[in-house]
């Protein structure tokens, strides 16, 4: 594999016999942005096999040995696929802050009038608006 992997601890695999899928979370406010399903027809093959095997056993059981091993050798290789195409379908969604490194999402956790992450340039209107109801939310509790 050629290209570099960015996302590298914000993410969840939720990759199955059947196919791949992964979930990519924002470093700041930890949403999830989760990507569609991309069906794996070795492991379905391999899953009709197993069953097959379990019910006749004999010539199913050394078709799924060998469903098996072509599944495995193929594995690796198709998930990395997978993984990089999952990367690019939500690579609108995330950012990379210039200044802390952090993969954000754009939608909450972008200040594009600074062009950084909401952590290290946070939104001055929203921080204001914050501090003028402290006092209120205070006296509430």
Known sequence: MSERIEFTR???????????????NCDRCGTGYRTS???????AVSGVMDTANSLFGGIF?????????????????????AFM?????LRP????CPMCSSWVCKKSCWNRRRGLCKNCAPDEGVEMAAAQAAPTREKNW
């Open 10 to 24: 914000n993410y969840n695999d939720l990759s199955t016999n059947q196919g791949f899928q992964f979930e990519f």
């Open 37 to 43: 399903f991309n069906a794996w027809t070795v492991g």
């Open 61 to 81: 059981g050394k078709a799924a040995d060998v469903t098996e091993r072509v599944r495995s050798a193929a594995w690796e290789k198709t998930h990395d696929q």
């Open 85 to 89: 195409e999952a990367m690019e379908e």
């Open 93 to 96: 969604d995330f950012i990379q």
